[in-house]
């Protein structure tokens, strides 16, 4: 299959968040823009409008017209999961702005590729939060089903399980598991390719002690300024801008 013009959308997922690469915009790399190295060539142009800490209705507001402005015969998309960590949420009502949304980028002609969420019921501190995002998946189920977009199924990912497919703040993918998810979504498309799973560093064997030790400085140096910010209704993607807003040319690798 190929593909002329590749938008992304969504939030820290699609921003790359995890994947530090200091010599692109924002300071990361991530699974889109290893896609779009596999599926560039003379003609083809990318653009991702992510950015982290977007709630699903300001990605909506924010990215579907400019996305839809490019005529893009491929658009990936990922939102809502931002919206399903906050205390309070109206999962019916984010779906039915979602549906809209989604029919409006199908309509136009572009190849649309959504995504559930990971399933947290292994995590400490979000499998409280299991059912949500199980109700939030099936909405998303439904919603690519009706519209014909193609699904990637992030909570059937069990390799995920590993926590080396995360970053240090586990709360998004590191290098290798955006390099899993890259290839997840080029399987979806149907696109032959040759990205390999990045070789994994040898897990630690740690003491209850370590554990505990280990939960402590990520509970101080992540989880801490992550409610911070939803106390004060700030984001860590206050201040930034798209990294490739425009569409351009991508190098092929």
């Keep these: 299959m ?8 969504g939030d820290s997922f699609t921003e790359g968040v995890g994947d530090a690469d200091q010599t692109r915009p924002n300071g990361v790399r991530g699974w889109a823009d290893r896609v779009a190295a596999v599926l560039a060539y003379d003609d083809f142009a990318y653009a991702n409008l ?22 893009p015969d491929l658009v990936t998309i990922y939102a809502g999961a931002n919206d399903v960590l906050r205390p ?3 999962i019916d009502a984010l779906m039915a702005a979602y549906d809209v949304a989604i029919s409006r980028l199908t309509a ?13 019921g292994g995590a400490p501190v979000f ?29 059937r990912l069990r390799d995920y399980r590993d926590d080396r497919l995360w970053d240090i703040d586990r ?3 590191s290098s290798a598991g955006h ?35 280990a939960n402590l400085e ?36």
């Design 179 to 213: 390099q899993r998810m890259a290839m997840a979504v080029l399987d979806a498309l149907g696109v032959e390719h040759d990205l390999q799973p990045l070789a994994l560093d040898e897990r630690p064997v740690l003491t209850a002690r370590q554990r505990r030790a």
């Design 218 to 253: 990520w509970a101080t140096a992540h989880a801490a300024p992550w409610v911070k910010r939803r106390i004060t209704g700030r984001s860590s993607g206050d201040n930034l801008s798209p990294r490739r807003p425009t569409l351009a040319p991508v190098a092929a690798g």
């Design 127 to 155: 499998g409280a939060l299991r059912g949500r995002f199980a109700i939030y998946n099936e909405l998303v189920r439904e919603i690519a089903e009706r519209h014909g977009a193609v699904l990637v199924d992030f909570w």
């Design 171 to 173: 709360m998004h993918m």
């Design 2 to 9: 190929t593909f002329h013009r590749y938008v992304a959308l």
């Design 108 to 120: 136009s002609g572009a190849r649309v590729v959504m995504f559930t969420a990971y399933d947290p």
């Design 88 to 90: 309070r949420v109206d």
């Design 50 to 71: 992510a950015i982290r800490g977007r709630k699903l209705l300001p990605i909506l507001a924010e990215q579907i017209e400019p996305a839809l402005e490019m005529r």
